[in-house]
């Protein structure tokens, strides 16, 4: 099986813009969650979609959203950027009903850098 | 939910010699995870031990959990330059829908 994809890998913006990151999960995953990983913060937990439905939701602001389409595909979009975004942004997709019970299993990642 | 803590936070070892990183935590279980980050192949899922095991292996790796202790250990035996990466441990209780890291302990293994 093909494993967790996202698209782009590496993305520049300047604060004020705003980005949208794609993530495909394996094949058969239902559940996609995103994080947003820092050097200072570590990996924070931003969302968590299962059949279309935001299931679960971190402490990020309302610039912070996301969508899950029918085939699992999932995509995030971050508006009014600002430097504190810079980021790698990772997403984990999961069989049926994701953590706690199953391991994730995570994307290379994409990083963002806002300047 | 709750985070693990990880401990040594950094350990050097050479190529072939073994790797032990402790994980404590706090409240009841159902279940620990540990994972590998490294700049190679980003993160990785290594191994789920449920609470109700006491040992589990996958490979070169070795898992334990003390459920009394609220404690997990991940042995890495006869390492290789590849092992070279921050592992993290995740305890994960019924209500958990996140995963949630500590700082890790980075592992360097020279060759």
């Known amino acids: 099986k093909a494993g967790v994809t996202q698209t782009p890998r590496y993305l520049i913006k300047t604060r004020g813009q705003q980005v949208t990151l794609s993530c495909s999960p394996i094949?058969?995953?239902?559940?996609v969650s995103w994080y947003q990983q820092t050097p200072g913060q570590g990996l924070q937990f931003l969302f968590e979609?299962?059949?279309?439905?935001?299931?679960n939701k971190g402490n990020f602001p309302g610039r912070f959203s996301g969508r899950q389409f029918s085939n699992s595909r999932s995509e995030m979009n971050v508006s009014t950027l600002e430097l504190g975004d810079s980021a790698l942004y990772l997403c984990a997709s999961s069989p049926l009903g994701g953590v706690p019970n199953n391991e994730q299993f995570f994307g290379p990642g994409t990083r963002l850098t806002v300047l | 939910s709750q985070q693990g803590e990880e401990d040594p936070q950094a350990l050097s070892i050479q190529e072939g010699e073994n790797a032990t990183m402790n994980c404590s935590y706090k409240t009841s279980i159902n279940n620990l995870q540990w994972y590998r980050q490294n700049s190679g192949r980003g993160l990785v899922h290594l191994i789920l031990i449920r609470s109700n095991e006491r040992e589990k292996h996958s490979g070169r790796l070795r898992v334990t959990l003390d459920t009394s202790k609220k404690s997990s250990s991940l042995l890495i035996t006869a390492s290789r330059a590849a092992d070279t990466a921050s592992y993290f441990c995740a305890p994960l209780g019924g209500s958990n829908y996140k995963l949630t890291f500590g700082k890790g302990t980075l592992l360097t293994v020279n060759p």
């Open positions: 979609y299962f059949s279309e439905t935001q299931r």
């Open positions: 094949s058969g995953h239902r559940s």
